[in-house]
């Protein structure tokens, strides 16, 4: 199989923790693109009509893509347990849900501000988007931290992956502040080999 691939992308980077967590990293090979919010990659395209990442090209020639899509297909593919069954499952997907809007929010964050001039920048539009992020992070610290604390799953993963790219993009705006469990629990996190393997480059 063959993911495509950008460093910098945390979706992308929660599908291969994920396969780091299953020790199967080995078994996906990872093609990088080169797309940009302005020109996407043609293979990218030609696989993922929205030439998004991430994409999982399985061994048959179609593929998967959306993390969420992908992350569910690789974790049955290799037994895992990532997503437990009974009510508890219903609790995974929310925290993944979660840890996926924080992307969201912190990804079109950075576009804003490292693809437009700073002229053009709109910055009411940027500290809504930031005021999104910090609600849902103040609402992990608060309500999350019993099941963050269990048995790691696909929430663990998101929200990791979350919260390490709002540091990588954003972080001057320190949202540890006023979300000390927050934050010592994604230290921890953070230690993971899976983490260290997928950590993105500086820039």
């Known amino acids: 199989m063959k993911l495509f691939h950008s460093p910098a992308s945390p979706f992308v980077r929660k599908v291969v923790v994920l396969l780091h967590e299953l020790d199967k990293a080995d078994e996906v090979e990872l093609a990088g693109v080169t797309s940009t919010a302005f020109s996407s990659d043609e293979g990218l395209a030609a696989s993922n009509p929205l030439a998004k990442l991430p994409a999982l090209v399985r061994d048959n020639g179609t593929t998967l893509y959306d993390s969420r899509v992908i992350t569910a297909f690789l974790n049955d593919l290799y037994g895992g347990k990532m997503y437990p069954s009974g009510t508890s499952r219903w609790e995974t997907l929310t925290l993944e849900a979660t840890g996926d809007g924080i ?38 610290n608060a309500r999350w931290m ?9 929430g663990h993963i998101s929200v990791a992956c979350a919260l390490s790219y709002v540091d990588f993009r954003h972080g001057a705006r320190n949202w540890q502040a006023g979300n000390d469990a927050l934050a010592a629990w994604h230290a921890g996190f953070d230690s993971r080999a899976s983490m260290q393997a997928t950590r993105p480059p500086a820039g």
């Open 146 to 154: 019993s099941h963050l604390s269990g048995p790691i799953d696909m």
């Open 103 to 140: 992307m969201d929010c912190a990804v079109s964050m950075a576009y804003e501000m490292r693809l437009r001039p700073e002229e053009m920048q709109y910055g009411d539009w940027i500290e809504a988007q930031w005021a999104k992020v910090a609600r849902a992070i103040s609402v992990l």
